[in-house]
């Protein structure tokens, strides 16, 4: 079946602009996370969904960054104002229930985001 | 909290020969263990986990890994490296009786010299 896909695939952006990254989870999978990968952080995360809870934000790494998920699918993060620190990867990935942590993640294939 | 260090940012092997990726972990709990692999420009894939029952676990693409809880490692390693194998490998570990997030060593890089 189709795995986790993330648009766009890459992005290049202003200083100072807002930028929207989609990722459209495994259907089914209840639990969502954004993870950012970066080169001089390695691989960080950012956010987690689990189905109609309150997310974990604990992640977000300042009040630029938010995320939403609609319908307990599809979710968007958005940065506002970019900086050129936020130049990374943005991997997304579901699982089936995020049960206690022990399921596999499924990850999709990034948006590259690149701020001039 | 949890951490992960992978020793060896490169790792470079002959075609053939083993592979040994290290991997140890810092946790109050015995957390549960993950290797993934990522190829150049995609998405992460995992190569085996470990949960609960036996520590020695077996993955895709012929690689295995063993939790040493006395150790706190998890080494990832395949008898007979090939080309296919070049691509990046992480170590990542969640709490068990946490958050579902997963907390990733910095990688690394597996080459294969022909």
Redesign the interface.
């Known amino acids: 079946g189709a795995g ?1 896909s993330q648009s766009p695939s890459n992005k290049v952006t202003e200083k100072g602009k807002d930028v929207e990254l989609r990722c459209d989870p495994i259907s089914g999978h209840t ?1 969502l ?1 954004w ?1 950012r990968q970066s080169l001089g952080q ?4 950012l956010i ?1 969904f ?1 189905g109609n809870s309150a997310p ?1 934000k ?2 977000l790494p300042s009040d630029r960054f938010s995320a939403e998920r609609t319908g307990g699918s599809v979710s968007t993060l958005t940065i506002q104002r970019t900086q050129q620190e936020d130049s990374a990867v943005y ?1 997304c ?1 579901s ?1 089936p229930r ?13 948006t590259r985001l690149l701020v001039l | 909290a949890q951490s992960v260090t992978q020793l060896g940012s490169h790792v470079s092997v002959s075609e053939g020969a083993l592979v040994l990726l290290r991997c140890n972990y810092s946790s109050s709990v015995p957390p549960y263990l993950f290797w993934y692999v990522q190829y150049p420009n995609q998405g992460l894939q995992l190569l085996l986990k470990y949960t609960t029952g036996a520590t020695l676990v077996k993955g895709i693409n012929g690689f295995e890994a063993e939790f040493k809880k006395s150790e706190t490692s998890f080494h990832l390693t395949k008898p007979s490296a090939h080309m296919s194998d070049a691509a990046e490998y992480f170590c990542a570990v969640s709490d068990p009786f946490g958050n579902e997030k997963l907390t990733f060593g910095t990688g690394t890089r597996l080459t294969i010299i022909p």
Do not use: K, N
């Not at chain 1, 390695?42 to 995360?45: A, D, K, P, S, Y």
């Not at chain 1, 596999?104 to 294939?109: E, I, L, M, N, S």
């Open positions: 986790v639990a996370y993870y390695g691989l960080e995360f987690y689990q974990d604990s992640g991997l990935a699982s995020g049960a206690r942590g022990e399921e596999t993640q499924y990850f999709g294939p990034g």
